[in-house]
């Protein structure tokens, strides 16, 4: 079955206390990507990646890394969490290149609390 | 800069009411559009897309959406809402340029009661 895995689904924290997020997909594509999803904000990106070793900021980077080692898997590292980082977060993936319009292909969501 | 707007924050129906949803965006050009749906708990789901040709798409569960371009629009509509709709809806678009360009709209709220 074609899927976007992220891990944990839920999370609580600490500040100051390092934590990765993992995300997998199973479809070969090149393309994946960061979104944190907050009342009234929509979904915002926070990162995104074109192919392994390609990664790229997007619209709300700050406190957040990320890695592209492998072509399905996408991690979200936060090295210091802090309480503003308290969210929704998705991964997605999708196809990319010349022809393609991106579609995007969901995670089911990783809830983070940062007491 | 881009935006995705969509000016219904929470909108309240009966069942069998007759539904739309509006979603702006503000650049002109080609565009790929897309209504995404997420229901309570659940990961987002792609509802109709838009690339190009009639500009009436029909998605899943009987949505619909019409692209006007001179009004820069992508309204989202459905003539019988049911309450397994109850969920929040975003409209998103990109330029032509692949998903890392797609810039989301706020997000609706829909709830229906029974």
């Known amino acids: 079955e074609a899927q976007v895995t992220q891990n944990p689904r839920y999370l609580i924290t600490v500040t100051g206390k390092k934590l990765t997020v993992t995300c997998s997909q199973n479809m070969n594509h090149e393309y994946m990507s960061w979104y944190r999803q907050d009342p009234g904000l929509g979904l915002r990106q926070i990162y995104y990646?074109?192919?392994?070793?390609?990664?790229d900021k997007g619209d709300v980077p700050e406190g957040y890394k990320v890695s592209r080692k492998e072509k399905r898997n996408f991690p979200l590292i936060l090295e210091s969490p802090s309480p503003n980082q308290t969210s929704l977060y998705f991964c997605a993936s999708s196809y990319s290149g010349r022809g393609t319009h991106g579609e995007l292909f969901f995670g089911e969501g990783s809830r983070l609390t940062v007491l | 800069a881009q935006s995705v707007s969509q000016h219904n924050h929470h909108v309240i129906l009966s069942e069998a009411a007759s539904l739309e949803l509006g979603c702006n965006y503000s650049?002109?050009?080609?565009?790929?559009l897309f209504w995404y749906v997420q229901y309570p708990g659940q990961h987002l789901q792609l509802l109709l897309k838009y690339f190009s040709g009639d500009p009436l798409v029909k998605g899943i569960k009987g949505f619909e959406a019409e692209f006007i371009k001179s009004k820069f629009s992508f309204n989202l509509r459905k003539p019988s809402v049911q309450w397994s709709d109850t969920a929040e809806y975003f409209c998103a678009v990109n330029r032509g340029q692949g998903a890392q360009k797609l810039v989301f709209g706020q997000g609706t709220r829909l709830t229906i009661n029974p």
């Open positions: 650049y002109g050009g080609t565009v790929n």
């Open positions: 990646s074109m192919n392994v070793e390609v990664t």
